[in-house]
């Protein structure tokens, strides 16, 4: 078992993860460089983004439906760059995600239908160290998130119209991974020869980084801060996580 994983938490094998993030490219800047090496060995990833970004970017020459349909192609490309295929978004509006049984009801409808071992989301806790991490529509999906993990999506009684009308049957998911970019998590995931395909990753997301000149520096400077946190040696780069027994 890895030294960095709590001795009561077991290392479920991960043959399918389930990435739920707020945004189009929340996943790329939190989990990018974890994902292709999960990818690259034979792992199953997909994702669940629950707005269309339709909120982002400063473009007036385009409609908020244009921007969202933009951004969800820009996603598409970037899960592309990192070995993922299968993309869901659940289309509620950006910057106004709040943790409803609507959103609860379609989160458990998206693990029951991919049946993830480990599901992915951020943290359901705000950060006042970290403003933009704690953007809450971040804080809102991470809450509904964990709410789907558990009670919904494992108990048949919880949106009996998913089993009832879907014949989607109760799933409960093993692992859970919350986002921990502060480094302050308990699992540090070596990600240093997989950045390049992170900043690939959220280069193809044109509409909110073609301005940024230094967006892999940035990338490189988080990652070592937050593999300085987890105890790796220098020089390597990492993603954190505080990993959860939800089975």
């Known amino acids: 078992m890895p030294a960095d994983l709590p001795a ?6 991960p043959t399918r993860v389930l990435v739920i993030t707020a945004h189009p490219d929340d996943v790329d800047y939190g989990v990018g460089g974890t994902i292709a090496g999960w990818t690259a060995a034979g792992i199953e990833v997909a994702y669940c983004i629950v707005t269309d970004g339709d909120a982002g970017g400063s473009d007036a020459s385009l409609t908020r439906a244009e921007v969202g349909a933009l951004r969800r192609e820009e996603q598409r490309k970037a899960a592309a760059v990192l070995g993922v295929s299968e993309v869901d978004f659940l289309g509620y509006p950006d910057g ?28 359901p806790t705000r950060d006042l160290r970290s403003m933009y ?67 690939a990753a959220l280069l193809a997301h044109v509409s909110q980084t073609a301005h940024m000149d230094k967006l892999e ?25 505080l990993v959860l027994d939800t089975r």
């Not at 987890?230 to 993603?239: F, N, S, V």
């Open 96 to 123: 106004r995600v709040t943790v409803t049984l609507e959103l609860r009801r379609d989160l458990a409808r998206a693990i029951r239908r991919f049946r993830p071992t480990r599901v992915v989301i951020q943290s």
């Open 133 to 199: 991490g704690s953007h809450p529509d971040h804080t809102a999906a991470g809450e509904a998130a964990m709410c789907a993990v558990y009670p919904d999506a494992r108990n048949e009684f919880a949106h009996p119209e998913l089993l009832r009308d879907e014949g989607l049957a109760p799933h409960a998911v093993a692992e859970t991974w919350v986002m921990a970019p502060m480094g302050d998590g308990d699992r540090h995931v070596d990600i240093t020869d997989t950045v390049d395909r992170k900043v």
């Open 8 to 13: 009561d938490i077991p290392d479920q094998d």
């Open 217 to 241: 520096e940035m990338m490189r400077g988080w990652g070592a801060r937050q593999a300085q946190a987890g105890g790796l040696p220098e020089g390597r780069l990492a993603e954190s996580f």
